[in-house]
């Protein structure tokens, strides 16, 4: 049988897991900082300071992980946007390992299961919520300030047009009351 619950009666505890997890966030990137690095801007995964970016990711199998660019680390940047506006940076840098999901397991050509392991990568695009987001503008300040190259920019948006995304799906609907 179906019992009808009202959203408000689990809000209070919805709110109270999303503000959780954005108490570990910032305290994962808060732990990175150094002794006297002033946080200049810190807006939901990313953290900038005087010196450096820092940034957040959560994998479900062991919480929260960062990792930290120092703006004398940056080879090189572009700006780009998302399909809806939204600014993101794309910041090359020396290899860094980060730890992320990969398969558990690898026989010639297929991998599957869940694991945990270190992936070497020599960017970061970091997505920011609006062209106002503080971590955006102090980021911008920093890179125009450094002598580095700017790389062309860039959109990401989803191949083709709606039409063509959405032509092929069949939806499903009921007549019954």
Request: hydrophobic share 40%; no cysteine; aromatic share 6%.
């Amino acid at each position: 049988m179906l019992r009808l619950v009202s959203a408000s009666e689990h809000e209070p505890d919805i709110a109270r897991r999303a503000h959780r997890r954005q108490a570990e966030r910032a305290a994962s990137l808060g732990a990175r900082l150094r002794p006297g690095e002033t946080v200049v801007a810190h807006q939901g995964a990313i953290m900038v300071t005087d010196h450096r970016l820092l940034f957040a990711w959560d994998l479900p199998a062991s919480g929260w992980h960062s990792d930290a660019i120092s703006f004398e680390e940056i080879t090189g940047w572009s700006l780009g946007r998302r399909h809806d506006g939204r600014p993101m940076l794309r910041l090359e840098h020396p290899t860094h390992i980060r730890t992320e999901h990969v398969p558990a397991h690898h026989v010639l050509r297929f991998s599957w299961g869940n694991a945990e392991g270190g992936v070497r990568h020599d960017d970061i695009t970091l997505t920011f919520a609006g062209k106002r987001d503080r971590a955006f503008l102090a980021a911008m300040d920093h890179l125009q300030r450094i002598d580095v190259a700017r790389g062309e920019d860039f959109v990401v948006a989803p191949a083709g047009t709606r039409e063509e995304r959405t032509r092929d799906h069949t939806y499903l609907t009921s007549d019954a009351p």
